[in-house]
């Protein structure tokens, strides 16, 4: 009866191995090897025990301390954490669930056998970065010419990875990662960066608090501090240091590097010119930090700012905290003694600069023309008969100005032909007395003046071909 049983009734098999025990001598022995469990903090940790042939025998659970933490499948410490769990018979597994960096360590699984026979299990605990804020460097403030040392603590387990950044002003530029080995140098930005390994600091059981420190040489994570040589206002801005051990997100911190430095100034132009009775604007540009004094003298001497009809200062620049600021001096209805050196002048603690430009009067690049002085027209002419005189292209001749499209009065045109001439400015057509010529298109000129030099031309001409004529014609009558 009992061998039917044996496959169908648990109770029966207890009974068997009791027995067998009793008999034959089998002791409980262990079915899982020894095994590393390793969790993320955080999570349930399942520490493996498994018994063959425990008949009447007892499985108790002790952590590192020895502190006795479960009876059978009874809890007997406070720790609600702490359960058996049994998913087959032969199974005591401990559950720790929410495991703590504290939890880490050595677990023992055991057999009140004679002696008590043990399995040991080893607890692993990692623990994603974390960042120490209390042991890690807040915003920095220097002088050029100093050495600037930013500290990013971390811990977490394993020790996690620290790598140095340095954000861009512009956001939409992706940040620059400062590659430096422990003890090298980089250069960057015109700035030296060297990184250091850390000292140790003693921490509590949960990992989380200083407790103490440890002075040590080359020890701790190298790259955890970050070392700005000579630092210069090209090395100021906001550095971030990132840590990540691959447990868990990476963690971050930012530390703000404000250097100071006396005033700089720039100006767009040295030279800038207006008409009287306008207004104009003068821009000096001032990098410093922090901003001091600032403010525009003329001549060496301090201008009136309480005169609003005159002068208007304003100060221009991103926001508050900007490095760079523009400052204005609006001039109105400006006159002649505004005309002079205008200096912009910047003062802080640390130092001074100052900038001079010239305001000039722009009227002096305008074209005068004097009305009453005579130039020098070059005129041309157009021939309407056949018979026409030579051409009195290329005679330069006074003004002359068309007054309207009318033949010459009788008795002062030029005998029989008809030029055209290139036009003087309109200001002159009212011109008095004025005297013209030519059918098709008018002449004129300033009555007082008589171009008898072209006419002279004209008549010498006509009688040196008629006398060339008459040569020719006696020369050959006498060869004939």
Same mark, same amino acid.
């Given at each position: 009866?009992? /061998? !039917?049983?044996?496959?169908?009734?648990?109770?029966?098999?207890?009974?068997?191995?009791?027995?067998?025990?009793?008999? +034959?001598? %089998?002791?409980?022995? +262990?079915?899982?090897?020894?095994?590393? =469990?390793?969790?993320?903090?955080? $999570?349930?940790?399942?520490?493996?025990?498994?018994?063959?042939?425990? #008949?009447?025998?007892? =499985?108790?659970?002790?952590?590192?301390?020895?502190?006795?933490?479960?009876?059978?499948?009874?809890?007997?410490?406070? &720790?609600?954490?702490?359960?058996?769990?049994?998913?087959?018979?032969?199974?005591?597994?401990?559950?720790?669930?929410?495991?703590?960096?504290?939890?880490?360590?050595?677990?023992?699984?055991?057999?009140?056998?004679?002696?008590?026979?043990?399995?040991?299990?080893?607890?692993?605990?990692?623990?994603?970065?974390?960042?120490?804020?209390?042991?890690?460097?807040?915003? @920095?403030?220097?002088?050029?010419? &100093?050495?600037?040392?930013?500290?990013?603590?971390?811990? *977490?387990?394993?020790?996690?990875?620290? @790598?140095?950044?340095?954000?861009?002003?512009?956001?939409?530029?992706?940040?620059?990662?400062?590659?430096?080995?422990?003890?090298?140098?980089?250069?960057?930005?015109?700035?030296?960066?060297?990184?250091?390994?850390?000292?140790?600091?003693?921490?509590?059981?949960?990992?989380?608090?200083?407790?103490?420190?440890?002075?040590?040489?080359? %020890?701790?994570? #190298?790259?955890?501090?970050?070392?700005?040589?000579?630092?210069?206002?090209?090395?100021?801005?906001?550095?971030?240091? =990132?840590?990540?051990?691959? =447990?868990?997100?990476?963690?971050?911190?930012?530390?703000?590097?404000?250097?100071?430095?006396?005033?700089?100034?720039?100006?767009?132009?040295?030279?800038?010119?207006?008409?009287?009775?306008?207004?104009?604007?003068?821009?000096?540009?001032?990098?410093?930090?922090?901003? *001091?004094?600032?403010?525009?003298?003329?001549?060496?001497?301090?201008?009136?700012?309480?005169?609003?009809?005159?002068?208007?200062?304003?100060?221009?620049? *991103?926001?508050?905290?900007?490095?760079?600021?523009?400052?204005?001096?609006?001039?109105?209805?400006?006159? !002649?003694? &505004?005309? /002079?050196?205008?200096?912009?002048?910047?003062?802080?603690?640390? *130092?001074?600069?100052?900038?001079?430009?010239?305001?000039? $009067?722009?009227?002096?690049?305008?074209?005068?023309?004097?009305?009453?002085?005579?130039?020098?027209?070059?005129?041309?002419?157009?021939?309407?008969?056949?018979?026409?005189?030579?051409?009195?292209?290329?005679?330069?001749?006074?003004?002359?100005?068309?007054?309207?499209?009318?033949?010459?009065?009788?008795?002062?045109?030029?005998?029989?032909?008809?030029?055209?001439?290139?036009?003087?400015?309109?200001?002159?057509?009212?011109?008095?007395?004025?005297?013209?010529?030519?059918?098709?298109?008018?002449?004129?000129? &300033?009555?007082?003046?008589?171009?008898?030099? #072209?006419?002279?031309?004209?008549?010498?001409?006509?009688?040196?071909?008629?006398?060339?004529?008459?040569?020719?014609? +006696? #020369?050959?009558?006498?060869?004939?």
């Amino acid at each position: 009866m009992c /061998g !039917k049983i044996f496959f169908s009734n648990l109770l029966c098999i207890s009974t068997l191995l009791i027995l067998l025990d009793q008999v +034959f001598g %089998i002791e409980p022995s +262990f079915d899982v090897p020894i095994i590393n =469990v390793t969790v993320h903090e955080g $999570d349930t940790a399942v520490l493996p025990c498994s018994v063959d042939y425990l #008949a009447e025998h007892k =499985v108790v659970w002790t952590d590192q301390w020895s502190t006795l933490l479960t009876l059978d499948d009874r809890r007997i410490i406070d &720790d609600t954490r702490i359960s058996i769990e049994r998913p087959y018979t032969k199974d005591w597994n401990l559950h720790i669930r929410k495991v703590e960096y504290k939890d880490r360590g050595p677990y023992t699984c055991q057999i009140n056998t004679n002696p008590v026979k043990t399995k040991s299990v080893m607890l692993n605990v990692l623990v994603p970065s974390l960042i120490i804020n209390g042991m890690s460097s807040r915003d @920095t403030t220097a002088r050029e010419g &100093d050495t600037v040392t930013l500290i990013c603590n971390v811990t *977490g387990v394993p020790l996690p990875e620290v @790598t140095w950044y340095k954000l861009p002003m512009d956001r939409t530029i992706s940040k620059e990662r400062l590659d430096t080995e422990t003890g090298a140098f980089t250069h960057l930005d015109s700035c030296i960066y060297s990184l250091k390994p850390k000292d140790v600091y003693q921490m509590d059981p949960s990992g989380r608090n200083v407790i103490g420190h440890i002075e040590s040489d080359g %020890i701790g994570t #190298a790259g955890e501090i970050l070392m700005i040589h000579n630092v210069s206002r090209y090395c100021d801005g906001t550095y971030e240091c =990132v840590a990540y051990n691959e =447990v868990g997100p990476a963690v971050t911190r930012q530390m703000n590097v404000l250097v100071e430095y006396p005033p700089e100034i720039t100006l767009p132009t040295r030279r800038i010119g207006q008409y009287p009775g306008r207004e104009t604007i003068l821009d000096c540009e001032i990098t410093a930090y922090p901003h *001091g004094v600032m403010y525009w003298m003329k001549d060496g001497m301090d201008l009136d700012f309480m005169n609003e009809e005159k002068y208007r200062i304003e100060l221009y620049s *991103g926001n508050d905290d900007s490095k760079r600021k523009t400052l204005s001096l609006r001039v109105k209805d400006i006159t !002649k003694n &505004d005309y /002079g050196e205008y200096t912009c002048f910047a003062k802080n603690f640390l *130092g001074q600069d100052q900038e001079s430009m010239i305001l000039y $009067d722009y009227s002096i690049h305008d074209v005068k023309v004097d009305t009453t002085t005579s130039t020098v027209r070059r005129i041309f002419h157009t021939v309407t008969k056949s018979n026409a005189i030579p051409s009195l292209q290329g005679t330069e001749l006074k003004p002359s100005v068309v007054v309207n499209r009318l033949p010459y009065p009788e008795g002062n045109k030029i005998q029989g032909k008809d030029i055209s001439v290139i036009q003087s400015p309109p200001e002159k057509h009212k011109s008095p007395g004025l005297q013209c010529s030519g059918v098709h298109v008018p002449v004129c000129a &300033d009555k007082p003046y008589r171009n008898t030099n #072209a006419i002279t031309s004209i008549h010498s001409q006509k009688t040196l071909i008629s006398l060339l004529g008459n040569i020719l014609f +006696f #020369a050959l009558k006498t060869l004939s």
